[in-house]
């Protein structure tokens, strides 16, 4: 049966041109996959046909929407910055392995170590790691990075990048504290700010330089996403 990549290629070529490769190399296959963004995809075929994959190593900017500020830049010229990021990895053909492990969200947790040093070196991720060891090639790639201020560092750079944020009324209020995630830009490493702020849809909240739009999960996408996702009057 011809995979889904090739199908698209034949469908395009009788139309003068040849639709951009979205694959990836896992397991010593070339498997099919669709970008959400720069550090995640879904596989589109093969044994792992319509599993979600978080990529290890590094992260991207959130995609939803222009959510992400720090220094000059305005939320949606970072956001820009972050759709050029998912073209360049949609764009290439990436080598890929996974251990087995899984996210507390059922992704499969998976390491392309050529991926994570060319979004790196490019400015269009940022070291991540929850713990140490660092990698310290990928700490040098990023600072080579900021100091080319390519990518997403050309505009500034913050003492840490804040990730994610999190209500205190997420799960209905049976949390007393909760935590936002930020990492630091040096190390790579991240901490938890704990603390008990109940925050309102679109509110912005800022840690160590740089600042993240809260929106909940379920107003990130469609018809009813919050009104600060809503891009057309920008463009």
């Known amino acids: 049966m011809m995979s889904l990549l090739a199908l698209w290629i034949a469908l395009a070529e009788p139309l003068g041109f040849v639709m951009p490769p979205s694959a990836v190399i896992i397991e010593s296959e070339r498997v099919a996959v ?98 140490p060891p660092v990698d310290e090639k990928l700490l040098a790639l990023q600072a080579d990075a900021i100091k080319r201020k390519v990518g997403f560092w050309e505009k500034g750079v913050p003492k840490g990048i804040v990730t994610s944020l999190h209500s205190v009324n997420e799960q209905g209020g049976s949390k007393d504290k909760t935590y936002n995630r930020i990492i630091d830009t040096v190390t790579g490493l991240s901490k938890e700010h704990r603390h008990e702020a109940v925050y309102a849809a679109c509110e912005e909240v800022c840690h160590d330089g740089s600042c993240l739009i809260y929106v909940p999960f379920e107003k990130r996408y469609g018809p009813d996403r919050e009104a600060c996702l809503r891009t057309r009057d920008l463009w």
């Open 34 to 131: 669709s970008w959400n963004d720069g550090d995640s995809f879904r596989f589109m075929e093969g044994k792992f046909q319509r599993q979600q994959v978080r990529l290890m190593g590094f992260n991207a900017l959130e995609s939803y929407g222009p959510v992400h500020r720090w220094g000059s830049w305005t939320p949606f010229e970072l956001y820009k910055v972050t759709k050029a990021a998912t073209r360049f990895a949609r764009n290439h053909v990436w080598h890929c392995q996974w251990d087995g492990k899984k996210d507390h969200y059922g992704r499969m947790l998976v390491y392309c170590s050529d991926l994570v040093e060319a979004m790196v070196r490019e400015g269009y991720g940022h070291v991540y790691a929850l713990k």
